[in-house]
């Protein structure tokens, strides 16, 4: 059975740091498209970062550009999301998804482009 379950998440000042997880069970990432979505309390549910299964580096939305890292261990079956520089507007429940596609070298944060989804974290940005 496939699971993506997120960990890493909660309280952090403004200014610091969050490591996520996204440990994948059932599947191999190798052959997935990843990606990190947001939502906030009242907002829609908006795309962070994400790597194709066959491209070589990730593309991050504006919100994320210079401050987050999306990485994957294949080995470990593992993907991560380093968040630096976190403000107050980062707050939100964060989800990892994942699409079938391995032959990919292209992704996208669209969030219907992908079919399976972890329960999501919580990440609180607040002094």
């Known amino acids: 059975q496939l699971q993506l379950v997120e960990s890493g998440g909660g309280l952090v000042q403004p200014g610091g740091s969050l490591r996520l997880s996204c440990a994948a069970s059932?599947?191999?990432?190798?052959?997935?498209?990843i990606g990190w979505f947001r939502q906030a309390p009242g907002r829609e549910r908006e795309g962070v970062s994400c790597m194709a299964a066959s491209g070589s580096s990730a593309h991050y939305a504006a919100s994320a550009k210079g401050r987050f890292t999306l990485s994957r261990d294949n080995v470990r079956n593992t993907v991560y999301l380093e968040m630096n520089s976190l403000t107050p507007e980062d707050t939100a429940v964060y989800y990892c998804a994942a699409d079938w596609s391995p032959s990919a070298v292209f992704c996208t944060v669209v969030p219907g482009q992908y079919r399976y989804w972890g329960q999501g974290i919580q990440v609180t940005v607040s002094s």
């Open positions: 059932g599947i191999t990432l190798d052959y997935y498209t």
